[in-house]
């Protein structure tokens, strides 16, 4: 990853990802917190963090703060080629998109088009979390103003900061969050759920007759 971050926002990187390394140790509760840190230093409308399940099968929403979060919240499990994280899986860095008017929102990745119409979001950015060897989620910017990630360092300046997020999408209460959600999402068992959480909580499992 190229480290082109323009001169004036390399302050800027340094003291947020130093307070990324200050947010809780409860991973949930601190990508919460690194969310709305974002948000308010990166000066945009919305920031989301988004985790993968095992395989890259789906994508869950982990934490969102800022214009649109509520909307996003609706649906936390992502899966199929219509939403961001699986268009992004096709870039090579970073997925950016613009929509002016209703026409190119056509062209906004489902997640992102609701949050177009909803709250007048134009602007989308985003990079991978992760490292060359592994895609642990992703982090997204969005902005109201159109054209308002153009500027080229803001792409390298992200993925700096996303690696201040990579303890948290690691910790594997994160991934056992990830894999709950998305069994909740796809199952009715009330038994097999049940099941699940005993493992996730390292309890021994009883006999289900």
Known sequence: MALAVNVRSR????DVLQQLTAVN?????????AAELLCTHLGVALVSIIGSTEGLASYILL???GTGAAELERDVVMKGADWSPF?????TAHLHLTAEDDDQALALPKDWA????????R???AVPIGTTNETLGLLTVAKQEAHAFDDEWWEPMLGVLSVGLLPHLRNDQVSHLCHLVRVLDGTSDYLALV???LQLSDLPIPILV
Not at 11 to 14: D, E, H, I, S, Y
Not at 115 to 121: A, K, N, R, S, V
């Open 63 to 65: 934490a969102a703060h």
């Open 25 to 33: 140790v409860n991973p949930t509760i601190g990508l919460a917190e």
């Open 123 to 125: 602007s989308f950015l």
């Open 195 to 197: 099941a699940l959480l």
């Open 11 to 14: 302050p800027l990187v340094k």
């Open 114 to 121: 609701v949050l177009y119409h909803t709250h007048g979001l």
């Open 87 to 91: 268009q992004l899986e096709g870039r």
